[in-house]
Nanobody
Framework: VQLQESGPGLVKPSQALSLTCAAA??????????WSWIRQPPGKGLEWMGA???????YYSPSLKSRTSISRDTSKNQFTLQLSSVTPEDTAVYYC??????????????????WGQGTQVTVSS
């Protein structure tokens, strides 16, 4: 599957950020796949923000949950990240990624198998 992020490169403080990830090559409703948003601030490691499952269930990082919303448009095969009340600390490269996650009686298996190229978002007035 190919993933492509899109959205504004510059956002003013206190505004909301909205990014979209378009998927090509597989449906975002394919069973056992989670569609994630991950970011990397300058000079720091990767931070998982949240994900939406094939079923439409969403999960968020506890530290970002109050400001984050992930939704999807199955007709367009894309999913969207909304982050409210941004500050300069939200400046980062934002990635969308697909994760396979399956559990059986013998255990769980999960791994990321596709990433978008990333999009730089700068929060500045």
């Amino acid at each position: 599957v190919q993933l492509q992020e899109s959205g504004p490169g510059l956002v003013k403080p206190s505004q909301a950020l909205s990014l979209t990830c378009a998927a090509a090559g597989d449906s975002i409703t394919t069973t056992y796949y989670w569609w994630s948003w991950i970011r990397q601030p300058p000079g720091k490691g990767l931070e998982w923000m949240g994900a939406i499952a094939w079923s439409g269930v969403t999960y968020y990082s506890p530290s970002l949950k109050s400001r984050t919303s992930i939704s999807r448009d199955t007709s367009k095969n894309q999913f969207t990240l909304q982050l409210s009340s941004v500050t300069p600390e939200d400046t980062a490269v934002y990635y969308c990624a697909r994760k396979y996650y399956y559990c059986s009686s013998s255990g769980c298996n999960n791994f990321y198998d596709s990433w978008g190229q990333g999009t730089q978002v700068t929060v500045s007035s």
